[in-house]
């Protein structure tokens, strides 16, 4: 599969993906409008077709994922930095307290997600045998 077409740009025009391309880097519509050298009225007719909308959802997506990616290669390494100012007695208590309750917050938040993740894929289940009439 090409980039194309996993992010669903192989229905639009070239003018309507170098539009998306521009404003998935620029830091506004308009920056995005003038980088490919259309106007705003242009931008939002492209914006308005649901094929436009579709393909910039799933490169948005797409980059959350990537985000996503790089943040869970360097979390452990962030649990090591907690964990080491936790644990270091010559660091100002409030800093080891802070870290502290970072460690336990996102442990916590961990917890419910899996937690929340189980009873998914409990109700898919059921859903699942109550689709095929069992």
Avoid at 17 to 25: D, G, N, T, W
Avoid at 29 to 44: F, H, L, M, P
Avoid at 115 to 127: D, G, N, Q, S, Y
């Amino acid at each position: 599969m090409s980039v194309r077409e996993g992010v669903g740009m192989e229905d639009l025009t070239v003018k309507e993906e170098k539009f998306l391309s521009a404003l998935m880097l620029a830091p506004t519509v308009g920056e995005a409008c003038e980088k490919v050298g259309i106007s705003r009225r242009t931008a939002q007719r492209y914006m308005a077709k649901t094929t436009v909308r579709s393909a910039y959802r799933k490169m948005r997506n797409q980059a959350m994922e990537q985000a996503t990616s790089r943040l869970n290669n360097v979390a452990v390494e962030a649990v090591e930095v907690l964990t080491a100012i936790m644990n270091d007695p010559t660091i100002s208590p409030y800093a080891r307290q802070q870290s502290a309750r970072t460690i336990l917050e996102f442990a916590y938040k961990a917890y419910e997600n899996e937690a929340i993740i189980e009873k998914l894929e409990e109700l898919e289940t059921v859903i699942s045998i109550d689709d095929k009439g069992i």
